[in-house]
């Protein structure tokens, strides 16, 4: 009797382990499958694109400052007190404007004064001319009164030359950059009372490295940024190339045209210029962040299907 319990509760025990060791082995099998499922869905995303095919440039980049194309110091062609100022700076001006006015006041009785004296000489001559196709008097006194008359007339014209220079005017087209007198100034003849900047076209001048000789030439394109104006490029356009290679930098100068019809650029401002020397046209194309580097080469992947 005790035996066959002893018996029962020993195959009941075994039995008791068994599924223990089932539900063990159950419960790991499923945690191996979980984690391989989980491993799937952690695979890295991509972004996948196109390749097309368009035109690739070679360019070549350089530093440059920028000019006006022309500028102009104005100067006072006669001597006098300056009594007005019509223009400031950064004001645009065409050529022959007024700028400023000197006193004029000697200058106007200088030109009356020898207007009168003209007006006195001219009856004269012609009393004289009368009298000498008369044979009244000789050719020697005529001539002497014609060429006295003739000297006053460019006396005249003289005398209105100088009244007029009190009138500042400007040279070119352009705008103002400096203005170097003040109402009240005693300004001697020839001396700077402004400057101009002629802004169309500006300049952007660099200086291009020797081997750079070929490959630039007149009339390419080119883009132009500045620091001041970031996320703006400007068209441009080589103007001239010189032919020269300074032998102690081993660089040539090259003059770019900027185009600017809103005024945006300032000559003395850095600049940074591509120009376009070499177009490849249908070329393939794609982003660089898809090309990646192993060892000394670079690849691409390639999705297929």
Not at 18 to 35: D, L, N, Q, Y
Not at 39 to 53: F, G, L, R, Y
């Amino acid at each position: 009797m005790r035996y066959e319990m002893w018996k029962k509760e020993r195959f009941i025990l075994l039995f008791l382990v068994m599924a223990v060791i089932a539900g063990f082995v159950g419960c790991s099998g499923e945690t191996v499958v979980t984690a391989e499922e989980k491993k799937q869905d952690e695979a890295i995303p991509v972004e996948v694109t196109k390749v097309i095919k368009g035109n690739v440039s070679a360019y070549f980049t350089g530093t440059a400052s920028l000019e006006a194309e022309n500028e102009a110091k104005v100067v006072a062609k006669t001597s006098g007190v300056v009594e007005q100022i019509f223009v400031e700076e950064g004001d645009k001006i065409k050529k022959d404007q007024v700028l400023a006015q000197l006193d004029d006041d000697k200058l106007s009785l200088d030109l009356a004064e020898a207007e009168a004296r003209l007006k006195q000489l001219e009856k004269e001559f012609n009393r004289t001319q009368e009298l000498h196709q008369k044979s009244i008097i000789s050719t020697e006194i005529y001539d002497r009164a014609k060429s006295e008359f003739e000297m006053q007339k460019t006396k005249v014209d003289l005398a209105r030359l100088m009244k007029n220079y009190s009138a500042i005017r400007a040279p070119i087209d352009g705008v103002i950059s400096g203005r170097l007198v003040k109402v009240g100034n005693m300004v001697p003849q020839n001396e700077p009372c402004f400057q101009i900047a002629d802004f169309d076209p500006l300049l952007a001048i660099l200086y291009a490295p020797e081997k750079e000789l070929k490959k630039l030439q007149k009339n390419q394109k080119a883009l132009l940024e500045v620091d001041a104006l970031p996320n703006e490029e400007f068209a441009s356009t080589i103007l001239r190339i010189s032919p020269v290679v300074d032998p102690q930098t081993g660089t040539f100068k090259v003059t770019v045209a900027v185009t600017d019809p809103e005024g945006k650029l300032k000559p003395g401002m850095f600049a940074r210029v591509r120009i376009v020397h070499d177009v490849h046209g249908d070329t393939l194309l794609l982003p660089k962040d898809a090309v990646l580097t192993e060892g000394n080469e670079s690849v691409v992947f390639l999705v297929k299907n």
